[in-house]
């Protein structure tokens, strides 16, 4: 899984830098020599849509506009995209997926079908938001996030985070002149938060910090993450060999969650929270037992059946995220388990995805 940020894709004119997306196809295809399968999330389309109609004008900021400028700029990109991985004799299919994709488990089998069905004809998925048609995803959305819930959809061993820097830094490099580059990264804190900041380039929806809470969610998922300089001579390859002397690379969990589990956990949205007593937060905790209705303190969000919850301990602290098996007007009423241990996800602080 290789996501290619804005920064990248586009020049300083906003304009697609076709070459970068040439270099790109061409580690594709070198990868799949080697047996890779290649799933590729490219950045762009508002940028390369606002060069295209934008008249040098101030890049807008309302959704309404972006949706539109998007809608130009997609096809400007795929049509990149087509011809660079031509030069290399790969065909490309593109893939828009929605949050709905994601929030939905039939939706969700579907696009992964639908991938794996484009990867078993040789043919290079080319991912994006829907921009064009969801809103949300302009104003809240980056496809650093997007990248890793397809990383767990389709079970990728590795997720690579091609982009203008070298990787993470030790601080912000326009602040702090002895920033220096992070190698390797084995558990999230506090400090290493702190070392991410704001989108340098200023046309991109995400920054590091969102590269770092996608690379956290992937790892938590067992997936090997790497953040690296998509401008670097065959930049793919290198990352994805390991080597020690480039870009950032996160160490995944031992144990990897399951495809459900991974859903439930990063791509269905909650609809509410549940608060639990001291007993059934130690009860849950030992990962064997179900959330009963008498360990439930309060609640709150308009959920039914189905949904997906946080689970709160008595200090707020989110310790577990669950479908749940009672609505929020019925769930003093019914059968005993509210949230099956089949359903839920425990998220240790130390531990847990960036939320």
Do not use: C
């Not at 488990?105 to 991912?127: F, K, S």
């Not at 949300?136 to 959305?141: A, D, L, T, V």
């Not at 982009?163 to 030790?170: A, F, N, R, V, Y």
């Not at 030992?286 to 308009?302: F, K, N, W």
């Amino acid at each position: 899984m290789v996501k290619v940020g804005t920064s990248s894709v586009t020049d300083e004119r906003g304009e697609v830098a076709y070459a970068v997306l040439v270099d790109v196809a061409a580690d594709v295809v070198a990868l799949r020599g080697e047996g890779w399968r290649v799933v590729v999330v490219t950045s762009g389309a508002i940028t390369a849509g606002w060069a295209e109609v934008g008249q040098r004008r101030p890049r807008p900021r309302d959704a309404v506009t972006l949706q539109a400028v998007s809608a130009v700029g997609q096809p400007l990109l795929m049509h990149a995209w087509r011809n660079a991985f031509g030069e290399v004799g790969a065909p490309v299919g593109q893939v828009l997926l929605a949050p709905l994709d994601f929030s939905h488990r039939g939706q969700y089998l579907h696009a992964r079908g639908t991938l794996e069905a484009l990867l078993g004809l040789g043919v290079v998925p080319i991912v994006n938001e829907n921009d064009a048609v969801a809103d949300e995803e302009i104003r809240f959305g980056d496809n650093d996030r997007l990248a890793a819930l397809v990383a767990n959809l389709i079970g990728a061993s590795h997720l690579v985070l091609l982009t203008d820097t070298d990787g993470l830094l030790t601080a912000d490099p326009r602040l702090d002149e002895s920033a220096t580059l992070i190698d390797e990264v084995t558990a999230f804190d506090a400090q290493l938060v702190a070392a991410a900041g704001a989108s340098r380039s200023g046309v991109g929806s995400g920054g590091m910090a969102s590269k770092l809470a996608a690379a956290h969610m992937a790892t938590w998922s067992g997936v090997t993450t790497v953040i690296a300089p998509a401008h670097a001579p065959r930049a793919l390859r290198r990352a994805v060999a390991g080597r020690a002397d480039f870009g950032t690379t996160f160490h995944p969990r031992a144990e990897r969650l399951s495809a459900r589990k991974s859903w439930i956990a990063f791509a269905v949205a909650s609809q509410g929270w549940i608060r639990v007593n001291d007993g059934a937060r130690r009860a849950l905790l030992e990962g064997t037992h179900s959330l009963l209705r008498v360990g439930i303190v309060e609640h709150a969000g308009t959920f039914v059946e189905g949904d997906a919850v946080d689970v709160r301990g008595s200090d707020g602290g989110v310790i577990a995220k669950g479908l749940v098996r009672a609505s929020s007007s019925s769930i003093d009423q019914g059968d005993d388990v509210v949230v099956h241990r089949d359903d839920l996800v425990l998220l240790h602080p130390s531990t847990g995805p960036l939320r």
